[in-house]
């Protein structure tokens, strides 16, 4: 089998990794819940690319998410439920649909404003189809939050959140107060820790992530590019102590905390 620009030959190589006997053990073995963690990681990884304005990995990884994409549909008709056709259909019949000023030719000069709530109608409108297919009664929001989107990374989940909230007031207006509250959550997990309680302890970890992303909200910082940035750093930290023991004819394995702490401060200092 050779490489080809037709999306039949991906297909094809798919099924032909995932059939018995013949195909790859790996890939047979696999199912939905084990392949999704790669599907979200794949789609990082052309967030990734976009970031860094690097087009010709952004190529690489769109073809890595478009494989996760072909390996779900695969593993789907192989179950009889659907097959790749289907989820091309289905996308060309959502994005027809949600689209009237474009393909039905209603009004070709809606605002963007326009756009977004006719998006979000027919988007509504979807979900209460889905849900009577499925024979679910759908309520109406009874939440003012209900409108956050919870398919998506826990940071910007907490970030959407707590914008949505201070849109009626409920917020601090100073940094500074949101600082406090950092400090009252990890004297909270200190407590926790004292008490010997694990649950609690994950509890109010996750009570002290929260409010970071509230202090990032703040100070106009989003809290995934200010990791992102962090761990770069870390990265580039972490390879200088790895070079200056190899310069010593040591490694990170004979190492001592001490020696790989004080070359942490080496490194910190040149920056």
Known sequence: MTPSRDIAGLIEIMAQLRTPVTGCPWDLEQDFASIAPYTIEEAYEVAD????HDLHDLCDELGDLLLQ???????????????????????TRKMIRRHPHVFADKDGNLTLGHVKGVWDRIKAEEKAERAARRGVDVPPPSSFLASVK?????LSHAMELQTKASSVGFDWNDPRAVLAKIREEADEIEAA???GDQSEVAAETGDLMFALVNLARHVKADPELALRGTNAKFERRF???ERALATKGSSLQEASLEQMDALWNEAKGAE
Request: hydrophobic share 55%; no cysteine.
């Open 69 to 91: 994409v072909v390996f779900h549909a695969r593993m789907a008709e192989e179950q009889n439920a659907f097959a790749f056709g289907d989820v091309v259909e289905a996308i």
């Open 193 to 195: 820790l004292d008490r």
């Open 49 to 52: 690319a976009v970031a860094r």
């Open 239 to 241: 390879g200088y102590i």
């Open 150 to 154: 919870t398919g998506q990374p826990a």
